[in-house]
């Protein structure tokens, strides 16, 4: 079993939608969580940084952690075509030294106007 | 402003020639690091360094080399090059006691 999983996508949506992506993992010691944003052609980008569980919220954007079922979530509302992209999932157990994170896959979103 | 930059963006090379990528930060970051992004796998870590002279192996190290001389660079090298090496490359660096990368926009080579 992967230390992280995303669903693998695509996913597309219309204008105005509201948008659930998600990640599970089997490593309980993960804590610092978060999601970065990659458009095409381009490096990845940190969207959301949550640590331990609880929600987070940014705009249009929400992260959610479960650290009880292992599960952690990326809410986009009312979605718009400027949100399309390459949703990468990221977590790690530490911050600084040995901290390496690992990345779910990616699920891409397109947001049809 | 800071930034974290790749060269080249695009490479094409033969099997067997050695090519070397190359990245540059700005940041004073001590952390760097290096994935291979291939579709069906994702990000891969490659190389990393926490500071100068520092170099540890990821998890697909095999087949690439780096070197950390001074702060801001950190060139990847592949030896040899093999087909199975074709992937966009990403850079990316963080701070001390910091998890939070900071990503290059990648260089895509393609080994014929």
């Known amino acids: 079993q992967k230390e992280v999983e995303q669903d693998p996508g695509p996913l597309s949506v219309p204008e105005g939608a509201i948008v659930s992506l998600n990640c599970t993992y089997s490593?309980?010691?993960?804590?610092?969580f978060m999601w970065y944003r990659q458009y095409s052609r381009k490096g990845p980008e940190l969207l959301m940084y949550?640590?331990?569980?609880g929600n987070k919220e940014d705009g249009r954007f929400t992260a959610q952690v479960d650290k009880s079922s292992k599960y952690i979530s990326l809410f986009i509302r009312d979605s718009q075509p400027s949100d399309s992209a390459t949703y990468l999932c990221?977590?790690?157990?530490?911050?600084?030294?040995?901290?390496?994170?690992?990345f779910g896959k990616g699920i891409t979103l397109s947001v049809r106007p | 402003d800071a930034e974290i930059t790749q060269s080249p963006r695009h490479k094409i090379t033969e099997t067997g020639r050695q090519v070397t990528l190359a990245c540059h930060q700005t940041w004073n970051h001590n952390n760097m690091f290096w994935y291979r992004q291939d579709l069906g796998h994702g990000l891969r870590l490659i190389h990393y360094?926490?500071?100068?002279?520092?170099?540890n192996k990821g998890e697909v190290s095999d087949g690439y080399s780096v070197s950390r001389s001074n702060t801001e660079d950190l060139p990847l090298t592949l030896e040899s090059a093999a087909s199975s090496q074709t992937s966009v490359y990403f850079c990316?660096?963080?701070?001390?006691?910091?998890?939070?990368?900071?990503f290059g926009a990648g260089s895509r080579l393609t080994v014929l």
């Open positions: 949550t640590y331990s569980s």
């Open positions: 490593n309980s010691a993960f804590q610092y």
């Open positions: 990316a660096s963080s701070a001390s006691g910091a998890n939070v990368l900071t």
């Open positions: 360094s926490y500071g100068v002279q520092d170099t």
């Open positions: 990221a977590m790690s157990a530490l911050t600084g030294a040995n901290s390496k994170l690992t």
